[in-house]
């Protein structure tokens, strides 16, 4: 007899439900879970005197930070009254405006951009700003109790704990801690009435940003900062004009032009809006360092060549002439990504480094003398490097011709770039030849992965069109006398030369960066010996050292007839040393990539460039992103070295107030505030980018699973 | 089946891994529009047979031909294979910092050179022949294994190719998940696609093969047609093998 085995039916669920509500919020229920919590009454009793141990040791030692700051006897004088000093050191005062335009440019740029790609901040939640508000309200409470001032009578006098009688209290501690009650009271109250209810309206953060800016304007227009008087006293007087109105209008524009940013994107297409707002933040930067900063004086004999100098050496010569005979070489290339295309690359690099270096070099030589008599002993290196070049060209032509076999891209880049090293080192050319040349090498070298159809060919050109606009138009400003009358070695100091350093430094260094880290793990051995050699001489010597070499040895080292300004030779140093750190950081990203996507690229028929440029470095930066930003926040705090070799930021200026104040102000005793200054000024830029890091790393979908 | 047009041709090929031989010896043609399922233990060499195929692993002796052209060192017959050849891995990898629609139409645009729109186009088609159309703006993380699978396979199906190789494509999903990613296979199969595909799946094979192909130590033991896989093995292995999974 067979018994059918019964099982139990259960059913679906209903519905899904609601998690219960939690319990009401209260200074009980907080002093629970905050103090009192754990197992038995012991642990409770241990957690809850450790708890406020440690919040009395934290808020001795910010009330330490206060009491500083605000003893009667500090000088702030000294911050306030050197703070163009500070900012911008050498620039003439006459031509500051510039200084304002650039910052304006800045803001407008910025208010765009948040526009355009929509990261407005989000929104806060009303529950979450009722928090943040009574929060500030018992911390300004707690501090203002808690300064000790110097004279006071103790009310109570614990190792951590001591507080003033309130007999003692000045009048403007007593409206401080009012003010703090206010600020509790109006969180607090907030909270409780409005419940739960909080967590549904809430402010956009923009919105609160813009209430902070006015808030800001007002204070600049209000209040009084203080200047000195004699030697050692000091009294308050009203911001200077000159300071207050050039504020007033910068915000003014940057909330106009945020509001211009909100009528484009309706009006305009935004991947167009994008495209060109990148454009110009990429092309705002030098426009600003070298046009509206240096102010240079142009003529137009810099662009056509001055009398006997030929139309092919002159700014716009060599301009039409790259753009022409290399945007026709590049848009032959960019036709397809057929592996022929290597042989073609060789033929005519072959061709042109080969025999172009014999016949620029045979320019400046006694050729006939050399026929007749044979190579001198004593000849001079442009010949020998011109005969071995050429045969080297040579040779590539005739491999690229008689090897069936598809040649390895990468073995002829390496060809092309052994040349095209030893062409641009060796050869007397002027600098901007060999600037294009490197250019050229490189964009001639992707166009075939990134080229193709005809929009594609006709974006790869417009590229190498610009790129040679760019550095034509850079060398030309850049070899204009500057109109500015300043005092120092340059118009650049202070914290203005401290931003410029460190973000032309590391632009340039991370795409060295990037490039060092392919060659560190590609399959050819010379790639990985020369990148490693790199990364472990740069990295086995201090900065320091390296800007004494940049300062003092660097000129050694060029080839002959390029000579570096000074700031260029920092600039060109902390891009070196950056770019071998960077380049770690993203190796170790690229390790950390999968063969299954090198896999899939290449399943889908990818060229080992497309996928590198497609898949492989989007991802490993997104993996090593946290230890970039920490590359970049060091090598901002690191432009501060530069004081070593002479050259005035932000730091050196605030150290070299004590003494050498003009007279008759003699800041004796004020390095403290300086530098508490410097420290909160660079905490603020390093903080802030930080969180923007942070916060671009949330909207990429990093660190979520 | 054999007055079909030859689309991929192996003879005697051979391959190993060190000492380790993965193939010792594989000769098999596949016809255009024939779908071949192999099966076998683990270490049995069918992975990297078709890994071979599209060069992911290089064979060392013998000869594979895929559409006529011959598989060789030349860079050139590499790519001409890669792109009528497309395939599905068992770990799906799909691009994890592109959205699902840019993972698909990456290819088109930058090997076959399409324009952006012509291939967004193809795009959303292949998605809604695999069924996901809506989830065209997401990101593979935030999708399910059996819809991550789907895309996989349209993004292989973006390329046009004339043969389809599946690598173990239900291997990581579970029951419910490997029925959607099945039929998917199964549509594909039934409009005329030459596929191979590496499975444990033998209820697919029973409904959709034209072959199947036993493999072992790097060998073909046994081929033939799914009813005489399943009614009737021949060779002692074959039947051990299919007592296991049958």
């Given at each position: 007899?067979?018994?059918?085995?019964?099982?139990?039916?259960?059913?679906?669920?209903?519905?899904?439900?609601?998690?219960?509500?939690?319990?009401?919020?209260?200074?009980?229920?907080?002093?629970?879970?905050?103090?009192?919590?754990?197992?038995?009454?012991?642990?409770?009793?241990?957690?809850?005197?450790?708890?406020?141990?440690?919040?009395?040791?934290?808020?001795?030692?910010?009330?330490?930070?206060?009491?500083?700051?605000?003893?009667?006897?500090?000088?702030?004088?000294?911050?306030?009254?050197?703070?163009?000093?500070?900012?911008?050191?050498?620039?003439?005062?006459?031509?500051?405006?510039?200084?304002?335009?650039?910052?304006?440019?800045?803001?407008?740029?910025?208010?765009?951009?948040?526009?355009?790609?929509?990261?407005?901040?989000?929104?806060?939640?009303?529950?979450?700003?009722?928090?943040?508000?009574?929060?500030?309200?018992?911390?300004?409470?707690?501090?203002?109790?808690?300064?000790?001032?110097?004279?006071?009578?103790?009310?109570?006098?614990?190792?951590?704990?001591?507080?003033?009688?309130?007999?003692?209290?000045?009048?403007?501690?007593?409206?401080?801690?009012?003010?703090?009650?206010?600020?509790?009271?109006?969180?607090?109250?907030?909270?409780?009435?409005?419940?739960?209810?909080?967590?549904?309206?809430?402010?956009?953060?923009?919105?609160?940003?813009?209430?902070?800016?006015?808030?800001?304007?007002?204070?600049?227009?209000?209040?009084?900062?203080?200047?000195?008087?004699?030697?050692?006293?000091?009294?308050?007087?009203?911001?200077?004009?000159?300071?207050?109105?050039?504020?007033?209008?910068?915000?003014?524009?940057?909330?106009?032009?945020?509001?211009?940013?909100?009528v484009l994107v309706r009006v305009v297409d935004v991947a167009r809006l994008k495209r060109a707002l990148v454009f110009l933040w990429v092309f705002?930067?030098?426009?600003?360092?070298?046009?509206?900063?240096?102010?240079?004086?142009?003529?137009?004999?810099?662009?056509?060549?001055?009398?006997?100098?030929?139309?092919?050496?002159?700014?716009?010569?060599?301009?039409?002439?790259?753009?022409?005979?290399?945007?026709?070489?590049?848009?032959?290339?960019?036709?397809?990504?057929?592996?022929?295309?290597?042989?073609?690359?060789?033929?005519?690099?072959?061709?042109?480094?080969?025999?172009?270096?014999?016949?620029?070099?045979?320019?400046?030589?006694?050729?006939?003398?050399?026929?007749?008599?044979?190579?001198?002993?004593?000849?001079?290196?442009?010949?020998?490097?011109?005969?071995?070049?050429?045969?080297?060209?040579?040779?590539?032509?005739?491999?690229?011709?008689?090897?069936?076999?598809?040649?390895?891209?990468?073995?002829?880049?390496?060809?092309?770039?052994?040349?095209?090293?030893?062409?641009?080192?060796?050869?007397?050319?002027?600098?901007?030849?060999?600037?294009?040349?490197?250019?050229?090498?490189?964009?001639?070298?992707?166009?075939?992965?990134?080229?193709?159809?005809?929009?594609?060919?006709?974006?790869?050109?417009?590229?190498?069109?610009?790129?040679?606009?760019?550095?034509?138009?850079?060398?030309?400003?850049?070899?204009?006398?500057?109109?500015?009358?300043?005092?120092?070695?340059?118009?650049?100091?202070?914290?203005?030369?401290?931003?410029?350093?460190?973000?032309?430094?590391?632009?340039?260094?991370?795409?060295?960066?990037?490039?060092?880290?392919?060659?560190?793990?590609?399959?050819?051995?010379?790639?990985?010996?020369?990148?490693?050699?790199?990364?472990?001489?740069?990295?086995?010597?201090?900065?320091?050292?390296?800007?004494?070499?940049?300062?003092?040895?660097?000129?050694?080292?060029?080839?002959?007839?390029?000579?570096?300004?000074?700031?260029?030779r920092v600039i060109v140093i902390v891009a070196i040393f950056n770019a071998a750190y960077v380049a770690e950081n993203i190796r170790g990203g690229?390790?950390?990539?999968?063969?299954?996507?090198?896999?899939?690229?290449?399943?889908?028929?990818?060229?080992?460039?497309?996928?590198?440029?497609?898949?492989?470095?989007?991802?490993?930066?997104?993996?090593?992103?946290?230890?970039?930003?920490?590359?970049?926040?060091?090598?901002?705090?690191?432009?501060?070295?530069?004081?070593?070799?002479?050259?005035?930021?932000?730091?050196?200026?605030?150290?070299?107030?004590?003494?050498?104040?003009?007279?008759?102000?003699?800041?004796?005793?004020?390095?403290?505030?300086?530098?508490?200054?410097?420290?909160?000024?660079?905490?603020?830029?390093?903080?802030?980018?930080?969180?923007?890091?942070?916060?671009?790393?949330?909207?990429?979908?990093?660190?979520?699973? | 089946?054999?007055?079909?047009?030859?689309?991929?041709?192996?003879?005697?090929?051979?391959?190993?891994?060190?000492?380790?031989?993965?193939?010792?010896?594989?000769?098999?043609?596949?016809?255009?529009?024939?779908?071949?399922?192999?099966?076998?233990?683990?270490?049995?060499?069918?992975?990297?047979?078709?890994?071979?195929?599209?060069?992911?692993?290089?064979?060392?002796?013998?000869?594979?031909?895929?559409?006529?052209?011959?598989?060789?060192?030349?860079?050139?017959?590499?790519?001409?294979?890669?792109?009528?050849?497309?395939?599905?891995?068992?770990?799906?990898?799909?691009f994890p910092h592109l959205t699902v629609l840019e993972n698909i139409t990456l290819a088109p645009i930058w090997v076959r050179k399409l324009t952006?729109?012509?291939?967004?186009?193809?795009?959303?088609?292949?998605?809604?022949?695999?069924?996901?159309?809506?989830?065209?703006?997401?990101?593979?993380?935030?999708?399910?294994?059996?819809?991550?699978?789907?895309?996989?396979?349209?993004?292989?199906?973006?390329?046009?190719?004339?043969?389809?190789?599946?690598?173990?494509?239900?291997?990581?999903?579970?029951?419910?998940?490997?029925?959607?990613?099945?039929?998917?296979?199964?549509?594909?199969?039934?409009?005329?696609?030459?596929?191979?595909?590496?499975?444990?799946?033998?209820?697919?094979?029973?409904?959709?093969?034209?072959?199947?192909?036993?493999?072992?130590?790097?060998?073909?033991?046994?081929?033939?047609?799914?009813?005489?896989?399943?009614?009737?093995?021949?060779?002692?292995?074959?039947?051990?093998?299919?007592?296991?999974?049958?």
């Amino acid at each position: 007899m067979t018994d059918q085995p019964q099982g139990i039916v259960h059913g679906v669920a209903d519905k899904l439900e609601l998690p219960p509500e939690p319990p009401p919020h209260g200074p009980k229920i907080w002093i629970q879970e905050n103090l009192l919590s754990g197992d038995t009454p012991l642990a409770k009793a241990l957690n809850g005197v450790l708890s406020v141990v440690f919040a009395l040791l934290a808020l001795n030692v910010l009330q330490y930070v206060t009491s500083y700051m605000f003893d009667p006897t500090r000088r702030w004088s000294a911050v306030t009254f050197n703070m163009k000093l500070m900012m911008v050191q050498a620039f003439p005062q006459a031509d500051l405006l510039r200084i304002w335009l650039s910052v304006g440019i800045f803001f407008v740029l910025v208010a765009l951009s948040l526009v355009v790609w929509g990261g407005d901040g989000g929104r806060l939640s009303l529950f979450s700003l009722g928090k943040l508000i009574r929060n500030i309200g018992v911390l300004f409470m707690l501090l203002v109790v808690m300064h000790g001032a110097v004279g006071a009578s103790k009310l109570v006098s614990l190792p951590l704990l001591t507080l003033d009688s309130p007999a003692d209290w000045s009048l403007s501690r007593v409206g401080l801690f009012l003010v703090g009650l206010a600020l509790f009271a109006a969180g607090f109250l907030y909270l409780r009435q409005a419940g739960s209810a909080a967590k549904d309206s809430s402010v956009p953060v923009l919105g609160l940003v813009v209430v902070a800016m006015a808030i800001i304007t007002a204070f600049i227009w209000t209040v009084e900062l203080p200047i000195p008087v004699g030697q050692f006293d000091e009294t308050t007087g009203p911001i200077a004009s000159t300071t207050t109105w050039p504020w007033t209008i910068l915000f003014l524009v940057a909330i106009a032009s945020y509001f211009l940013g909100k009528v484009l994107v309706r009006v305009v297409d935004v991947a167009r809006l994008k495209r060109a707002l990148v454009f110009l933040w990429v092309f705002s930067y030098p426009v600003i360092i070298m046009v509206i900063q240096r102010k240079p004086i142009l003529d137009w004999s810099d662009l056509l060549g001055r009398g006997v100098t030929p139309f092919a050496e002159s700014a716009l010569g060599l301009f039409v002439l790259f753009s022409l005979i290399g945007g026709a070489i590049i848009w032959w290339l960019a036709f397809s990504n057929d592996v022929t295309i290597g042989r073609v690359i060789a033929i005519v690099m072959g061709a042109v480094l080969g025999i172009g270096t014999w016949l620029v070099v045979s320019r400046s030589n006694d050729w006939e003398e050399v026929f007749v008599n044979g190579v001198p002993e004593s000849a001079s290196l442009p010949v020998w490097v011109a005969i071995v070049a050429a045969l080297a060209g040579l040779a590539l032509i005739a491999g690229g011709l008689l090897i069936k076999d598809g040649i390895e891209i990468a073995r002829v880049i390496g060809l092309i770039m052994g040349l095209v090293a030893l062409l641009v080192w060796f050869v007397p050319m002027p600098f901007l030849v060999r600037t294009l040349i490197i250019i050229f090498a490189f964009v001639a070298i992707a166009a075939p992965s990134f080229g193709g159809s005809p929009q594609a060919r006709i974006r790869v050109l417009a590229v190498w069109v610009a790129l040679v606009f760019l550095v034509v138009v850079s060398f030309v400003l850049g070899a204009a006398e500057t109109a500015l009358e300043f005092q120092s070695t340059t118009f650049l100091g202070g914290f203005n030369f401290s931003i410029l350093l460190a973000i032309t430094g590391l632009v340039l260094s991370f795409p060295l960066g990037v490039v060092l880290a392919l060659a560190r793990t590609s399959t050819m051995p010379i790639f990985r010996l020369l990148a490693t050699g790199y990364i472990e001489l740069i990295r086995s010597v201090p900065m320091i050292t390296w800007l004494f070499f940049g300062a003092v040895m660097l000129p050694v080292f060029l080839p002959a007839g390029i000579s570096f300004d000074e700031i260029v030779r920092v600039i060109v140093i902390v891009a070196i040393f950056n770019a071998a750190y960077v380049a770690e950081n993203i190796r170790g990203g690229l390790q950390s990539i999968g063969t299954g996507q090198y896999e899939a690229a290449s399943a889908m028929g990818l060229s080992t460039v497309q996928s590198t440029a497609l898949i492989v470095l989007p991802q490993a930066i997104r993996a090593v992103l946290p230890a970039l930003v920490g590359s970049i926040i060091v090598s901002f705090k690191d432009t501060s070295l530069v004081a070593i070799i002479g050259l005035a930021d932000i730091l050196f200026i605030a150290k070299s107030f004590v003494p050498g104040q003009t007279t008759p102000h003699n800041f004796l005793g004020t390095q403290p505030q300086m530098l508490f200054f410097i420290a909160l000024f660079y905490w603020v830029f390093t903080f802030s980018f930080s969180r923007m890091a942070l916060r671009y790393e949330k909207s990429i979908g990093l660190g979520e699973h | 089946m054999t007055d079909r047009k030859p689309m991929i041709v192996a003879e005697g090929v051979k391959k190993w891994f060190g000492d380790f031989q993965a193939l010792s010896g594989v000769t098999t043609t596949v016809g255009e529009r024939d779908v071949v399922v192999v099966i076998g233990p683990s270490g049995s060499g069918k992975s990297t047979f078709i890994r071979c195929i599209n060069r992911l692993e290089v064979h060392q002796e013998g000869r594979i031909a895929v559409d006529g052209i011959e598989l060789t060192n030349d860079l050139r017959n590499i790519d001409a294979i890669r792109r009528e050849v497309g395939m599905v891995f068992q770990s799906f990898n799909l691009f994890p910092h592109l959205t699902v629609l840019e993972n698909i139409t990456l290819a088109p645009i930058w090997v076959r050179k399409l324009t952006r729109t012509e291939s967004e186009e193809n795009g959303m088609q292949l998605l809604e022949r695999v069924g996901i159309p809506e989830q065209a703006d997401k990101f593979p993380g935030q999708l399910s294994g059996g819809q991550q699978q789907r895309v996989a396979i349209a993004r292989a199906l973006a390329m046009n190719p004339k043969v389809m190789l599946f690598d173990e494509p239900t291997s990581a999903l579970d029951p419910e998940m490997i029925k959607e990613v099945l039929d998917v296979m199964k549509e594909l199969a039934q409009s005329g696609m030459t596929m191979i595909v590496v499975t444990h799946e033998m209820g697919f094979a029973r409904e959709v093969a034209d072959r199947v192909l036993f493999f072992d130590y790097g060998t073909i033991v046994e081929e033939g047609t799914p009813e005489h896989f399943f009614t009737n093995p021949q060779h002692d292995r074959t039947k051990l093998f299919l007592s296991q999974i049958l």
